[in-house]
């Protein structure tokens, strides 16, 4: 695709590649990753009738005459009868016979008996109520969370089918940029390395190798060739224009690449390129970032994020819409990202909106799609938010 629209790039880098191999792994080392299939219940939730409240299990009328307790992870072999009761905490499996359970702080204790008033069938909860066995959990491609995690292991799951991480090597290039201390003599310091490896695991993605490599069209090759049998995905930033120190497109030429986006009409991100290499009958997906650091953020969010979720097989979700705080004006024919914060459903841009910058950004919840021409105060924009 030569110079498409946002939308047209965005549906290419979502649909573009394929989803990776399945790992299986244990349940704690599932958090944050995208489940393979849908996770089903392997028994109904709680397994048994079990109590609400910590009390007393009854049946019938009351006075009860308490005749002991149930043990909690324990079935009770105590068959209760009219007028009799056992001590019983919340999670506790409900006896044979149980009418009701009778919470502590409405009842009393006398002589051996239980005091209280009784509504029928009240603090039981019924087997099966939170689920049954077979009952879709969650569905494929949804990021496991902590409580999920623990749902899962509530109905007998001890390991879940997830998605591969995409195995990522990350190439920042550029001949001025320097690591450490105050830039001199026209130096720049470096402002993605201390950020794209965060924000690309926060994605879902896995980095194996970083490099900081030289505006050199043998040995940017050189180097791209060593990761590709390791590599599902190659990242670079910088080099996507077509000045004469400008490497990413020859790199691609020589490495028979098919190209998937070069160029996307949008401002910052414009010079963004997605690629697909072959390697041993085995697809690599290839994104370059623009090297300006709001240019290269903007890419990312904008086609990196649903890249790596097609990867991992995320389930899509169309982006939220907000209101416009003010009027903003795009170029003829380019949609624009501005970075900025939300109240409730209202956009706000955030100052130095230059593609060099990053103040403005480092304020952001997130970046507003402005659509083509102008927007007055009150049109919608949609929303694309960094976490």
Known sequence: MREGTWDQAFDSASHSFSKLAEDHVALIDSIDRYTAEDVLSLCDLPAFETSSMDGWAVSGDGPWKLIGEVLTGKTSSDVLHYGQCLAIATGGVIPQGTTS???????????????????????IRPAGMESKIGDVLVTAGTRITSPMAGLFAATGHDAIKVASQPRVALFFLGDELIHSGVPLDGAIRDALGPQLPALLKKMGAKIFSAEFIKDD??????????????ADLIITTGGTADGPRDYVKPV???????????????????HVLLARLSRKSRDIAFL????????????LYSFGAPLIGSLLGASEKKL????LISSLTTPDGFSRLAPGTINGKVFTPTAYLGSAMLRGVAHAQGFALISPGVNPTGATARWIPFN
Not at 104 to 117: L, P, R, T, V, Y
Not at 217 to 229: H, R
Not at 288 to 299: D, F, I, V
């Open 101 to 123: 359970v009778i919470p502590w702080e409405k009842a009393s204790e006398k002589d051996g008996q239980i005091f209280g008033e009784i509504e029928v069938g009240a603090n």
């Open 217 to 230: 069209l043998e040995v940017l090759n050189a180097e791209i060739v060593k990761v590709l049998d390791s």
């Open 252 to 270: 691609l030429n020589k490495l028979n690449a098919t190209m998937v986006i070069d160029c996307a009409k949008v401002r910052p991100g414009y």
């Open 288 to 299: 370059a970032l623009p090297g300006n650091p709001q240019s290269a953020l903007a890419a």
């Open 320 to 323: 939220a819409e907000v209101e």
